[in-house]
């Protein structure tokens, strides 16, 4: 059966712009959860201290939980080389973060969609980069997860792999044992396309999962796109609501991943923007689901 995460998407302006909640406050109210750990990221303030990481990783493990994933965001497709070599060295700190923390895995992006960058030349200089930090992630421990990604919180262009067929086919680039799959069944959705193809495609490569249930809160996909580029962030009309009430077929979902094998792997929350409360009901969602899913077939 699938272990139980949590991502602080509700927290992620105070954690790690403004310092308004702290990462104690964060782990205490998640320890009123039935979660088996707490996924990390890597921006948050406090970690800007090394002598943080020891201490942050013994409180999370003190409420019975463990930091299983890195949240990490490298941008791999710049066109400087420099500025992806200096991604790439990035990178390779957050991994060893990832295992000061007691992580096994890390993850890891394309990059942005910037106009003058091609197909091509984005999945050569994300497929380069990416194995440049398999090195060091094996000497760790650690594995590097990609996610079908939407865009990061603090970006300006969307994902370059956003879409399936390059995403696709920039996983197929890397035959490593410690590279794998996040899959997000949101980011499909909101690429304009169906989360269940992208994962069939992929389902014996994903080692990891983000679990989430965007909606539009106003418009279309299309509006979306076309207002994603040159604002960083998420825009307004798009929103994360409680598992279970959203666009994702999760029965489908994990059927797909069950066959498989995904078996006891990490499936990490990143919802609940509106407060605990709805991050309570995305936590007990998931664990029924898990129960019908796995207990069931067992």
Same mark, same amino acid.
């Given at each position: 059966?699938?272990?139980?995460?949590?991502?602080?998407?509700?927290?992620?302006?105070? $954690?790690?712009?403004?310092?308004?909640?702290?990462?104690?406050?964060?782990?205490?109210?998640?320890?009123?959860?039935? $979660? /088996?750990? %707490?996924?990390?990221?890597?921006?948050?303030?406090?970690?800007?201290?090394?002598?943080?990481?020891?201490?942050?990783?013994? $409180?999370?493990?003190?409420?019975?939980?463990?930091?299983?994933?890195?949240?990490?965001?490298?941008?791999?497709?710049?066109?400087?080389?420099?500025?992806?070599?200096?991604?790439? @060295?990035?990178?390779?700190?957050?991994?060893?973060?990832?295992?000061?923390?007691?992580?096994?895995?890390?993850?890891?992006?394309?990059?942005?969609?910037?106009?003058?960058?091609?197909?091509?030349?984005?999945?050569?200089?994300?497929?380069?980069?990416?194995?440049?930090?398999?090195?060091?992630?094996?000497?760790? +421990?650690?594995? %590097?997860?990609?996610?079908?990604?939407?865009?990061? /919180?603090?970006?300006?262009?969307? &994902?370059?792999?956003?879409?399936?067929?390059?995403?696709? /086919?920039?996983?197929?680039?890397?035959?490593?044992?410690?590279? #794998?799959?996040?899959?997000?069944?949101?980011?499909?959705?909101? !690429?304009?396309?169906?989360? %269940?193809?992208?994962?069939? @495609?992929? !389902? *014996?490569?994903?080692?990891?999962?983000? !679990?989430?249930?965007?909606?539009?809160? &106003?418009?279309?996909?299309?509006?979306?796109?076309?207002?994603?580029?040159?604002?960083? *962030?998420?825009?307004?009309?798009?929103?994360?609501?409680?598992? +279970? &009430? #959203?666009?994702? /077929?999760?029965?489908?979902?994990?059927?797909?991943?069950?066959?498989? *094998?995904? &078996?006891?792997?990490?499936?990490?929350?990143?919802?609940?923007?509106?407060?605990?409360?709805? %991050?309570?009901?995305?936590?007990?969602? $998931?664990?029924?689901?898990? !129960?019908?899913?796995?207990?069931?077939?067992?």
């Amino acid at each position: 059966m699938p272990l139980l995460s949590a991502f602080p998407k509700l927290y992620m302006t105070a $954690l790690c712009k403004d310092g308004t909640v702290s990462l104690r406050e964060w782990v205490e109210q998640a320890a009123e959860l039935d $979660l /088996d750990g %707490l996924e990390w990221y890597c921006g948050f303030l406090e970690m800007e201290d090394q002598g943080q990481w020891a201490p942050l990783r013994r $409180l999370v493990e003190s409420k019975g939980m463990t930091i299983p994933m890195l949240c990490c965001s490298p941008d791999f497709t710049h066109p400087e080389k420099k500025f992806r070599a200096d991604q790439v @060295r990035q990178e390779t700190e957050w991994i060893i973060m990832a295992a000061a923390l007691g992580a096994k895995y890390c993850r890891v992006l394309s990059g942005q969609r910037r106009p003058e960058v091609s197909r091509e030349e984005g999945i050569r200089f994300a497929a380069d980069c990416i194995r440049e930090c398999l090195p060091v992630a094996r000497a760790h +421990g650690i594995t %590097l997860v990609i996610e079908n990604h939407y865009k990061d /919180d603090f970006w300006e262009y969307p &994902e370059f792999a956003q879409k399936m067929d390059i995403f696709c /086919d920039l996983v197929a680039e890397i035959d490593d044992p410690n590279f #794998g799959v996040n899959y997000d069944p949101s980011n499909t959705i909101l !690429a304009g396309e169906d989360p %269940l193809e992208l994962l069939r @495609r992929v !389902a *014996g490569r994903v080692v990891t999962m983000h !679990a989430s249930d965007r909606y539009l809160a &106003e418009g279309t996909i299309e509006d979306l796109r076309r207002e994603e580029s040159g604002s960083k *962030g998420y825009l307004q009309r798009l929103r994360h609501g409680q598992i +279970g &009430e #959203g666009l994702n /077929d999760y029965d489908a979902i994990f059927s797909i991943l069950k066959d498989a *094998g995904f &078996e006891d792997n990490w499936v990490s929350i990143e919802d609940g923007v509106d407060g605990m409360d709805q %991050l309570a009901g995305s936590v007990s969602f $998931l664990r029924e689901k898990f !129960a019908a899913h796995w207990s069931a077939q067992s």
